[in-house]
């Protein structure tokens, strides 16, 4: 019985990066795959004049738009919040955008972000998606997964409870496609030894796979699961 997804990501990138091969595994099976890109992932950034931004966010709809046509994704919906500025916001508008968004799609599965990422939109992004998923009677939402992201999620501080990992999904036959889905984020991807590499991307890969006896894995923190 096929399944309806639904990811949940701050920004362009943070979606194919946190459960990009999960997404293609998802679209090859069957399912529905649906994108929810919270913010616009530009402005945030120091000495772009107004002109230049414009110009590099309509780069980058067309990045995700190519990104996630790679991993199969049947839709991809842009909310364009502030970046990095989600915090400014009423948490209750946040969580009123994606509860549209679950009434619209029903999804069964709902990917997004640790809870405890550094980073704040990531951290915002992941409590209004709790806070949209109350388990009240009849809800749909029947799995929350939690994913990493690199360059964010590894690069918090030690007192905060860390990502440790209990989910994990078998993505050897869908690296390559992860990994050309983000060559589609050239302006977001950096050279290695960067976090934020391809080769790092395929690093975590085959590092969480092989603690599985797998090729390459992503790998989630099931917040909830229901069967």
């Known amino acids: 019985m096929s399944k ?22 998802h679209s090859a099976e069957g399912d529905k795959v649906y994108t929810l890109i919270m913010g616009e992932g530009i402005a945030a950034r120091d000495g772009i004049s107004l002109e230049d931004r414009n110009e590099a966010q309509e780069k980058l709809l067309r990045s995700a738009i190519q990104a996630n046509k790679t991993v199969g994704a049947s839709l991809l919906e842009f909310q364009k919040l502030a970046d990095n500025r989600m915090d400014q916001l009423c948490l209750l508008d946040i969580v009123k955008l994606i509860e549209a968004q ?64 209990n989910y994990f999904v078998d993505i050897s ?11 589609a984020y050239e302006s977001e991807m950096r050279s290695w030894p960067h976090a934020r590499s391809l080769e790092n991307v395929a690093h975590l890969a085959h590092f969480r796979g092989a603690s599985l006896g797998l090729n390459a894995a992503e790998s989630f923190m099931l917040g909830r699961g229901v069967r």
């Open 173 to 183: 036959n869908f690296l390559e496609l992860k990994l050309e889905a983000l060559k």
């Open 102 to 165: 679950i009434e619209l799609y029903k999804p069964t599965v709902i990917y997004t972000h640790y809870p405890q990422d550094l980073n704040i939109d990531h951290r915002l992004t992941s409590q209004a998606v709790i806070t949209a998923c109350r388990p009240l009677p009849g809800f749909c939402v029947k799995e929350i997964l939690f994913f990493e992201v690199i360059s964010s999620t590894e690069w918090q501080l030690a007192g905060v409870d860390p990502f440790a990992p």
């Open 4 to 25: 309806t997804i639904l990811v949940i990501a701050a920004h362009p990138d943070d979606e194919i990066l946190g459960c990009g091969g999960a997404m293609a595994r």
